[in-house]
Nanobody
Framework: QVRLVESGGGLVQAGNSLRLSCTAS?????MGWFRRAPGKEREFVAA????????HYLDSVKGRSTISRDNAKNTLYLQMNSLKPEDTAVYYC???????????????????WGQGTQVTVVS
């Protein structure tokens, strides 16, 4: 079974940056990032198609974050800049092993999940 392993989380001050990485043990199709803040539901953050020709962001991270992937390394990235305390959450990498006609932006469209990496932003 394909495994996803995230890294790159940590504790940072507001305004700083972090880059999250997610490495898959095998080839996957569309990939995305989700997050769950304390006491809140898991929410979509960003998604990218296999060819990186379709990308979508949560409005609150748009302009501050960049999702990218390196298919040669089976690795997904999320560069987050100008971090805010409200970005504090556990961030999860997700991948789909099936092809969709649209870019998946809901959790039910992904069948592989990483273990999560904590991002804490302090003011």
């Amino acid at each position: 079974q394909v495994r996803l392993v995230e890294s790159g989380g940590g504790l940072v001050q507001a305004g700083n940056s972090l880059r999250l990485s997610c490495t898959a043990s095998s080839v996957t199709y569309d990939m995305g990032w989700f997050r769950r803040a304390p006491g809140k539901e898991r929410e979509f953050v960003a998604a990218i198609s296999w060819a990186a020709d379709d990308i979508h962001y949560l409005d609150s991270v748009k302009g501050r974050s960049t999702i990218s992937r390196d298919n040669a390394k089976n690795t997904l990235y999320l560069q987050m800049n100008s971090l805010k305390p409200e970005d504090t959450a556990v961030y999860y990498c997700a991948a789909s092993t099936r092809r969709w006609n649209i870019l998946p932006v809901t959790s039910r469209m992904y069948d592989l999940w990483g273990q999560g990496t904590q991002v804490t932003v302090v003011s």
